[in-house]
């Protein structure tokens, strides 16, 4: 394209927190972040959200923990990963040193390990907010998460909430029938913003053997599968919506981004697309800022919620 | 640790459904070990949606080069390529195979079942340069596996082969093969790359005869860099055993780190 | 492949339904079957589900209707189509000549629409069964479906199953937070049979004229993308219920069938596959009869319920 | 009607990012009428998920041509097929052209904008046959959008162009052109396929003069045989105006039963 570039504001601002632009890497699909710096620079990010972080160290599910689909990949990773004091100790002091602003991930078994994780990562700093992920498996209520009703997310919110020195976003699970009213449950519960969509509970066969592809049997899809879903789910949920909604599922290029922006997302995580390219994530930004100037768009938030549907 | 958006495919070999790549790509060849591998991307869309992982099977300061079976839809796009087009590729990732304990003068053992012949090529290669003597035991199915078996003979490399069916070279599976010559020659280390069982089996000999061992081992790959976990095996540790990251602490390992399933 | 074939039994028996083989057309994707005519020989399909049908002929929706996404397709035809009376007088007397099972997928707007289309229907001949879609948007309700409560969906069924003389499939919706509720409330009531999955609701955007690519804004994502959804919930259902499960979503091999019916199902249904190949659902018969062939497997419902999980 | 699963692209012929497929499909090319268009099949795998409508360009007892822009994801890989390939098509679908109104020594316009010129071309040669005179009228923004032009003069049509940008020809909307020539010959029928802009402004110019006219529309097309209805376009009935399927009755209908947005 010949276009002579004007300056495009990229800022984002989401109340609570300023990004430098409005594109964050999504939470277990971009490691601790460090393990990108090969191939891209991260201050050019708007933000990471680290993989999702419990208490203590996990083992994760056996594997097989991936398997591709049509336009999409499922996971069961299971959220393996470092405690929280590893990450504190040994990843959090390098992140601190970005300019880009760090988001964590966090996960809980029961209502209790959420909160132990945040009562933890408050003593420490060059964190900017937390990303509740309600959709992890509560091993007291067989494996259901917080996420798939209003009044768990409502109780588990409220809690962190108050236990919290930082902003909170919620992390909304695509696997209800209203999202729009677990959205409202966190909004009440006083979440400072919603991020959506998490993965779609799904499986695959391996028809020859007969057994799952899969050695937790259901897994997560996501990627350019599920962006119809994702995109619905933002709209349907930032139109109704006074915090802002952090859009997700599927982005794979800056056009993608851009329409969660016009369906209402202040802001969007990319995620599966970091897998294909590990420096999605910025040429993302760079194909949002091209596509501003190339439409006279002066300032990307004047995309957001410009979706005209009369 | 490159992305080469545009390398090119210089040169494409074929035998039946395996397929030699040549390819013009000189960030990753420069910096390339025996045993690393790459991550090519095969469709421009979505379907397939993720890169397929491939040991490298040479490497030099001009580039690559890949030795692949056409497993699925992945590999059977990218074996569609023809010289003059442009690939993407990642790499070089993962670790490599050690070279040290086949010193100069040394035997070392390269057992390869079928695909996993890829990356013994460039492993021979460099254990030659540094003096030692590799043998090549390069076992399939039947003739029909194991293509490469002229370009290693060419190559000067002492090559055996076998195959189950008897078409070709000894009568049976690699392992036994193997086994057969360690009670000819015993080599001061035994690499391999093949299937999960051949390995096993392999791990089990090389524990008998107290012979140091490095395998490559394969796992869906999400990323390849790292960052999914989702290409875990499971690894003895000091820690405890666990579930690890082949495409970042391997893909080689050593034999008594593997726990096989 | 060399294998001699040997002849394999494809023979499904629903209980109340014996099939010729387990493969149907789903409904809204093979028109009234007639269209079809010229592709395949209706005579060798197991069951045509013809598209939805209202007690009066609809207008539906404004196009654009239709919107390709990464592996799959959304639609918002709204059930365009013609009446039940129409149906009756001028397709069913041809389809009555087929070999073929035909049943009929019932709509309405309401609960008393759904009772009267079955009630014309009970005075037909050469209909098989009836499949209940109970994803209808309802006018009464803001647009909501029966398919989204267990309560809505046991009352409807209830209603259905006592006022008809023909055995009973109910379709259920993927848009729920838990689809062994839903089922289990059809079975509850009555129901012969569940079929799964329907559309998932999605939606696209143009972001050239940031308006939504459907008339309709929102509409139902099938094809190859949703399969590892529709796999997960034919899965979660078919261990928790006794009537049949048929399965669909996605299926566009005999592979992918056979996958559905390892999963559990009986029977499945083929969609969007009939656009793409107005063949497809006999290719799937012939692959899914080679198959078994190659596999040693003398009838095909012996794959039903295989999975190995442990 | 017919899946041909076996058609071999004889011929391929190229401008920028227009393409003319020539090929052997001869149970479809038999069947062929103007006006009537096939159903492409342009992935193998599931992205692009659905067939392609294309017109039929030209017809006879060996098979059919298409001719083409790229548009598209779906365009794009077509575009990429080479001479000896083979494609996948259903055809020929829809209702074409009227013809009877074109009677011998009668003239007819025909107005084609940008690819609408598809099959203009085999309407163009079936009217001739018949003994009528086809005028035909092509426009495009530029130069870059009216490739055919020396095709359509060499097989002897009388051709007159337009460009938006004046770069060629009558400077101006074809369908001013059109009116231009209204002004001097009137002739016995208009037929026109372009995008629905133009062809709206051409249904009033009709309409104002009293003319016959049959538009070929377009829509996205899920299955192009009737069964999905989602081709649908606004037509006056006489049972009442409704949505109705372009691929069944259309894509080609008289001007003054089309409703436009
Ligand atoms: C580190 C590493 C190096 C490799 N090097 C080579 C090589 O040099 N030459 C070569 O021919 N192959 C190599 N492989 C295997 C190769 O990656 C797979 O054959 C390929 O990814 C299959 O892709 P596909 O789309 O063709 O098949 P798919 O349709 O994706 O799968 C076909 C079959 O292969 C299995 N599979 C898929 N992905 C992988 C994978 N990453 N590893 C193992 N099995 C898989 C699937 O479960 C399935 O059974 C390597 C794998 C790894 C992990
Ligand atoms: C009956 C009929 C005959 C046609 N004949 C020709 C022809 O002879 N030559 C030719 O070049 N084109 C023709 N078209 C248009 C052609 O079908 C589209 O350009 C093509 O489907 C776009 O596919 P794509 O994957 O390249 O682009 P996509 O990425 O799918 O779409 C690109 C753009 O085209 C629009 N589009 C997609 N599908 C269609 C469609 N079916 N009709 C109109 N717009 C669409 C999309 O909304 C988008 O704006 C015809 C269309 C119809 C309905
Ligand atoms: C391998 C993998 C691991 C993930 N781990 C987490 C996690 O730890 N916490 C979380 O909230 N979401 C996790 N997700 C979900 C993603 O953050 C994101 O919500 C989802 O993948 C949809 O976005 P995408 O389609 O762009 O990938 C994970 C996704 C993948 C693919
Ligand atoms: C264009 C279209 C129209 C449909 N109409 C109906 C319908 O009338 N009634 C119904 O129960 N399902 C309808 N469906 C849903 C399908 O029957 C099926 O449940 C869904 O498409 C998933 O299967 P697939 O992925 O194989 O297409 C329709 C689907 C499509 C694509
Ligand atoms: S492939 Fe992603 S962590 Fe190894
Ligand atoms: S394209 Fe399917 S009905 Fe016309």
């Known amino acids: 394209m010949a276009v002579t570039p004007k300056p495009v504001d990229l800022t984002t601002d989401l109340g609570f927190l300023k990004l430098r632009n409005p594109v964050l890497t999504a939470s277990g699909t971009f490691g601790y972040g460090l393990e990108f710096e090969p191939y891209l620079d991260l201050d050019k990010l708007g933000g990471i959200v680290v993989k999702g972080l ?21 996971n069961a ?9 590893s990450f504190a100790a040994k990843i959090l002091p390098k992140l601190r040193q970005l300019k880009t602003a ?12 959420y909160a132990a994780v945040v009562e933890f990562l408050d003593k420490q700093e060059g964190i900017a907010a937390y990303e509740l992920n309600i959709s992890c498996p509560n091993v007291k209520k067989e494996g259901a998460c917080p996420a ?43 979440t400072d913003a919603v991020a959506l969509i998490n993965t779609v509970l799904a499986m695959a066969i391996d028809l020859e053997t007969r057994r799952p592809k899969l050695g937790n049997v259901y897994g997560g899809l996501s990627g350019p599968a599920i962006k119809p879903i994702a995109l619905r789910m933002v709209h349907q949920v930032a139109s109704r919506l006074k915090v802002p909604v ?28 970091s897998f294909v390219d590990p420096d999605a994530a910025v040429r993302i930004v760079d194909e949002m800022e091209r596509w501003c100037a190339a439409h006279g768009v002066a300032a990307v938030r004047d995309v957001v919620g410009t979706l005209k549907t009369a | 640790m490159t992305i080469d958006r545009n390398a090119r495919l210089r040169e494409v070999q074929s035998w039946g459904d395996h397929f030699r790549f040549v390819i013009d790509a000189p960030a990753i060849g420069r910096d390339a070990r025996p045993g690393q591998f790459v991550m090519v991307k095969v469709s421009e869309g979505s379907a397939p949606l993720l890169r397929r992982p491939l040991g490298i099977h040479d490497a030099d300061a001009t580039g690559i080069e890949l030795f692949f079976r056409v497993a699925g839809r992945g590999t059977e796009i990218l074996s569609r390529k023809r010289a003059g087009e442009r690939l993407d590729i990642i790499g070089p990732l993962g670790r490599g195979f050690t070279l040290a304990p086949a010193a100069k003068g040394r035997t070392a053992y390269l057992a390869g079942g079928g695909r996993g012949i890829a ?44 195959t189950d069916d008897g078409s070709f070279g000894f009568a049976g599976f690699v392992t036994a093969l193997v086994e057969k010559e360690l009670a000819r020659v015993k080599p001061a280390v035994v690499y391999a790359c093949g299937p999960d069982p051949m390995m096993k089996a392999l791990a089990a000999i090389t524990a008998k005869h107290g012979l140091p061992a490095e395998f490559s081992l394969e796992s869906i790959m999400g990323c390849g860099i790292g960052a999914c976990w989702g290409c875990v095996h499971r690894i003895r540790n000091e820690g405890g055993d666990g579930w690890v990251k082949i495409c970042e602490e391997g893909p080689v390992f050593p034999g008594e780190r593997i726990l096989w399933p």
């Open chain 1, 77 to 85: 990773i299971g959220l393996q990963g470092v405690g929280v004091e």
């Open chain 1, 54 to 74: 419990y208490d203590k160290a996990r083992e994760g599910n056996p594997p097989p923990r991936l398997v591709e689909t049509p336009s999409g990949l499922i």
């Open chain 1, 148 to 190: 798939l009703s209003p009044r768990t997310t409502f109780d588990l919110v409220k809690r962190i909430k108050a236990a919290s020195r930082r902003p909170l976003i919620t992390k909304l699970s695509p696997n209800v029938t209203s999202i729009v009213e677990i959205a409202q449950a966190a909004e009440e519960a006083g």
């Open chain 2, 119 to 162: 990356p013994l090529y460039f492993l021979a290669r460099a254990l030659t340069a540094a003096g030692a003597k590799p043998v090549i035991f390069y076992g399939g199915r039947g003739l029909a596996d194991i293509p490469l078996r002229d370009r290693l003979e060419k190559a000067g490399f002492e090559v055996q082969c076998s």
């Open chain 1, 246 to 273: 952090i859009g997700m599922g599927g982005i794979m290029t800056g056009a993608d981004a851009l329409e969660f922006l016009v369906a209402g997302a202040a802001a969007v995580e990319v995620g599966t697309a």
């Open chain 1, 102 to 113: 760090v988001i964590v991930n966090v996960c809980g078994a029961d209502d209790d390990e």
